[in-house]
């Protein structure tokens, strides 16, 4: 496995070893040894997620202000351009955004630990995005930071207008929102 440090400390771009030949492609996208052993993490997935989205679905920018998520993020179908941003008030990069295009023919995958906010817009026809998480999801602890804030400066790669939720709409800017201590 390849890992490729993001812009941001602790969000992970990872490579797996892709077998391919006439048949196919065969790869572990996740092995906990192989995992630690490339990114120095020991980490406890509790729940796996699995959502499908058009073309422009914008989901985000979520994550839970108890309960926080570490999410290790891959597509299976189509391409996303997938977002991390760091809610951690006492870190350095606090309010930045890290960024990868993950598809399904590179495998690659995105690491989010804990106290990061999450969003992806989806680049293809559909996309199907699948995530492990380190912990459960608690709908009363969700929170959503406004996908297009001035402040965060996201350049969302958009094709017009995204398609999203309401509550995705009326997302809170990072001003005003809860973060970690």
């Known amino acids: 496995m390849k890992v490729e440090r993001a812009a941001i400390p602790g969000v992970l771009v990872l490579e797996p070893q892709v077998f391919g030949d006439a048949r196919g492609f065969f790869y572990e996208s996740y092995n906990r040894r192989r995992f630690a052993a490339a990114t120095g993490l020991d980490v406890d997935f509790v729940q796996d997620s699995h959502s ?65 906010a999450h969003g992806f817009v989806v680049l293809s026809e559909q996309a199907d995005v699948l995530y492990k998480a380190t912990d459960f999801y608690a709908p009363e602890h969700e929170r959503t930071l406004l996908w297009n804030d001035p402040a965060l400066s996201v350049p969302w790669p958009l094709a017009g207008e995204p398609v999203m939720t309401d509550k995705d709409r009326r997302g809170v800017p990072l001003a005003g929102a809860e973060t970690f201590d």
């Open 52 to 116: 499908r989205s058009t073309r422009n679905v914008l989901r985000g920018l979520h994550y839970q202000i108890r309960q926080p998520q570490g999410k290790l993020v891959r597509v299976v179908a189509g391409e996303i351009w997938d977002v991390a941003v760091d809610l951690r008030r006492g870190a350095p990069s606090f309010g930045r955004w890290a960024a990868a295009k993950l598809d399904a023919v590179s495998h690659r995958m995105l690491w989010i630990p804990p106290g990061f």
